[in-house]
């Protein structure tokens, strides 16, 4: 996701680009962009294994922090394990394998007790960082209430100057590669450190980190059960800072893998729910559609019910269209929302986060809905 500034470099790029000047939009859209939420963790080289270690935070309600205490590998489990306290536990770790090491926070809900919960995996916009958007989807409220615990990945300045997921290089955009292999390991850490449902683990994201969101349903199908892909882009559809500018101001390219046949076009029968606001100046809203017929969906199998078109209005204001495709046992396996008169922002979000739209509908609620239908076969 890409504020103000960052909208206006877009722009120059854009003028660049058409002239021909890729050079020179590619280092422009390179350029630092000033980020005041947080220190950064620098992306270290492989240390041997998967590392855990950070800091303990006890997270009120409210999402404020009330206390902070060292964790080791051991400790950090144990500030999920038996807790009692009427709050979750807000922790912080980093994850590392071959291809690097990213940072992290985990959101471990008040009644865990050791059971094995689902895990809801959440990547964050250009610029953010994981308490920015856990404040701002109120995803962690919802875990305590739903009872999952969340897993918010950090993209530090140095793998991107603005904190973008790279969705647009080709490293990261393969199974066992690049930022996918980082993500999915880390998710895989989680899953084994707490002992929680590898059935049940769903993915979501914003903007840059709805592209990777996707990324991961296409390239890990088997451990993803459904995703979330709010104001997002398609998988696989660029290459390069000059690709993804033409995408996200309104894709018309194939959805497959270039220079391979037609039939090798990237595509998932992972569950999904799309999100996107039909006016959004950053991601082009035909980036929904491109999203949603690049899964199984929209390719259903004979005998599958017909997909319902249903139009309503949030209570809190925005008028919305949703589309739901179901395979032939009547259950929704794609649903697309279209927020009328929304822009670039998470909606039906709070205030306390940036990028985001509290008019609604809320898109946590219904992306939690969504993903409590799904997991992966036994």
Known sequence: MIGATMNKRMEEATRLTRAGKLHEAMALLQGAIPESNGEEAPVKPYQGGNIFEGTCEVVDEDGTVSKSRPASRASSSACGHGRKASAGAFTAGRFSNHVGSRDYKLYIPSGYKGQALPLVVMLHGCTQNPDDFAAGTSMNQLADTQQFCVLYPAQPISANHSKCWNWFKAEDQQREGGEPSILAGMARHVIDTHGLDASRVYVAGLSAGAAMATTLAMTYPDLFAAVGVHSGLPHGVAKSLPDALSVMQGGTGPLGNRGKKPEAEWASDVPAIIFHGDRDTTVHPNNADRVAAQYG??????????????????????????TTHYDSAGKPRLEQWKIHGAGHAWSGGSVKGSYTDPKGPNATQEMLRFFVQHQQPS
Do not use: F, I, S
């Not at 969906?297 to 269209?321: D, I, Q, W």
């Open 297 to 322: 969906a929209l390719r259903p199998a004979e005998g599958a019910y017909k997909p319902m078109v249903e139009k309503g209005k949030a209570a809190t204001g925005h008028a919305y269209t949703r």
